[in-house]
Nanobody, 122 residues
Framework: QVQVVESGGGSVQAGGSLRLSCAAS????????MAWFRRAPGKEREFVGA????????DVGDSMKGRFTISRDSVKYEVYLHMLTLKVEDTAVYYC???????????????WGQGTQVTVTS
């Protein structure tokens, strides 16, 4: 069973930045993509970004483009979410997920982390 572990959440003032990290417990051919989703209180889970561990193809949600970027370390098999110019509305639990291919839907990912809280204060 592949385990996915996030780290790097916390509290930051609006306009600040954070970097989230995600590690998969093992390399496996069934994991090509790793992604970030978030869920704010009272809202649906939202796609944040995804990246292919094989070819570095990446995608970021429309509302985050220009502020969030996603990168990977193919040696450590880790992915990172770099969040700049954070807004209060970015407050959410951020989840890392892993699956066989990059997709925008949570259904594309089989393995999920426990989530890490990001709180942006005004």
């Amino acid at each position: 069973q592949v385990q996915v572990v996030e780290s790097g959440g916390g509290s930051v003032q609006a306009g600040g930045s954070l970097r989230l990290s995600c590690a998969a417990s093992e390399r496996t051919s069934i994991i090509d993509a790793m992604a970030w989703f978030r869920r704010a209180p009272g809202k649906e889970r939202e796609f944040v970004g995804a990246i292919s561990m094989r070819n570095n193809f990446k995608d970021v949600g429309d509302s985050m483009k220009g502020r969030f970027t996603i990168s990977r370390d193919s040696v450590k098999y880790e992915v990172y979410l770099h969040m700049l110019t954070l807004k209060v509305e970015d407050t959410a639990v951020y989840y890392c997920a892993a699956g066989p291919r990059v997709g925008l839907s949570p259904a594309a990912y089989e393995y999920w982390g426990q989530g890490t809280q990001v709180t942006v204060t005004s």
